[in-house]
């Protein structure tokens, strides 16, 4: 199959394809550049998690400083991912993407050196740059490379698999690290991953751009990075202290209003940064709300399960991992039937279908318990729901960037990738902060489960009847 950077047309995404195509060597060369870099960006979401204290004692920072460690990586991560994701549209993906790898490797590195606390705040601020280049111009190229359709669904599934895979792995693999060779290795592990996939892409990626090249629209990227830096900084750090800070209440205020500026700037926009017709679809809508719920939602589940799993049932972090590790090899084999199911269902129902199956599962975790049993209960049913959550992220990604001219592909990831860093920062302080402020963690547990459930199901429900509309 040779490598098309044009326009694609193609059936609407409910359209069943008549099997799943086989990929040439260098497709799949290309895959896996453009995998294997997204999986070491989720891989850096998880893998610190566990060295945390460990840093702490070995910088010389405080638990209050620790929060900066996750937080200093997911506010440039998250607030530069749609203007990157347009820069690569006007000016080059590969360009950018390239940019945003070799950032990575060199943040990675100076974290992995760090001698004081600023030196390594800095290395992950910078991997949160490099992160949010890597994410929307890895996702464009990839859906401007593969023609929409069976090779498209094929390529999303095989990367929405290791990008569940990769929060998984870095879970196990950050305690194990961490116990062998200490957290630096956590940093170092990051390293060799932009090492390896560095110096294959430049001969394998094609260049991928709109051919106008209109101006870029500044003040809307202005109104919607530090809108999304103002909303992502007061939910991360809401996580930790709650919503009664004063900081938090500002920042959550300014990134609010600061979004609201941003609709209003693009309205008015000769060039606009984002095409508010394109927000009006009701496929890139309805995908997006479908995909910021099934991250958020599965991210609490996770959050809570890790402390009840610890706290109330007294595993340790090794054997918590552990049971997160079966969650990781049923996301490989959704990762496979997933295409296959969109093929014959079409990305609609498929969404729908694992937005409810992810509910429905999440439901079932109401019956936990203080009993040791309660652990193959937990560890069944969060394995599960996570191949009905990787269902819906492929599915909600082939939805929304179905039907979308090349020349806006890196808007549409942009969109999809922005969707994915808010839902993962947005589930623990909204839900998961109930756990721990109730007075019983068992009933703060369950009350989040309950509602986490609920939210799923009812999304399932709206998302289904939104998707039907757009048909009519």
Known sequence: MAIDTTTQTSPAADTAAPGIPRLSTRDKLVLFVLCAAQFMVALDFSVLNVALPGLGRDLGMNTSALQWAVTAFA???G???????????????????????????????????????????????????????????????????????????????????LLSLGFTVGMVAGGTLTDTFGWRSTMALLTLFALIVLP??????????????????????????TGLLSLIYALSTAA??????????????AGLLLLAAFVLVESRSAA???????????????????????????????????????????????????????????????GTLAPKVIGRLGARRTLVGSLAGQGALTASLLLLNTHVWSAWLATAAVALASMCHLGAIISYGVTVTSGVPDAEQGLATGLVTSTQQVGITVGIPLLGVLATTSGDL??????????????????????????RRSRA
């Open 79 to 161: 607030g530069f991912l749609l203007l990157f994701g347009r820069v690569g549209d006007l000016f080059g993906r590969r360009r950018l993407f390239l940019a945003g790898l070799a950032l990575f490797g060199a943040a990675s590195l100076l974290s992995t050196l760090a001698w004081d606390p600023a030196s390594f705040l800095a290395g992950r601020a910078l991997q949160g740059l490099g992160a949010a280049a890597i994410v929307p111009t890895g996702m464009s190229l990839l859906t401007t490379t593969f023609p929409e359709g069976p090779a498209r669904d094929r390529a999303l599934g095989i990367s929405g698999t």
């Open 272 to 334: 606009p940064l984002v095409s508010l017709p394109m927000l009006r679809r009701r496929t890139v809508a309805w995908g997006n709300i479908g995909g910021l719920v099934t991250f958020s939602m599965m991210s609490t589940i996770v959050f809570v399960l890790t402390l009840y799993l610890q706290e109330i049932l007294g595993l340790s972090a090794f054997e918590t991992g552990l049971v997160f590790g079966f969650q990781g090899v049923l996301s490989v084999v959704a």
């Open 75 to 77: 506010l440039p991560s």
């Open 442 to 467: 068992l009933s703060g547990v369950h009350t989040v489960i309950a509602l986490d459930a609920a939210i799923v199901l009812g999304a399932a429900l709206l998302t289904g009847l939104g998707l």
């Open 200 to 225: 294959l892409a430049p001969g394998l990626l094609p260049e991928s751009r709109t051919p106008d090249r209109p101006r870029l629209d500044v003040p809307g990227a202005v109104t919607v990075t």
């Open 240 to 253: 930790d202290h709650g919503f009664g800070r004063p900081d938090v209440l500002a920042a959550l205020a």
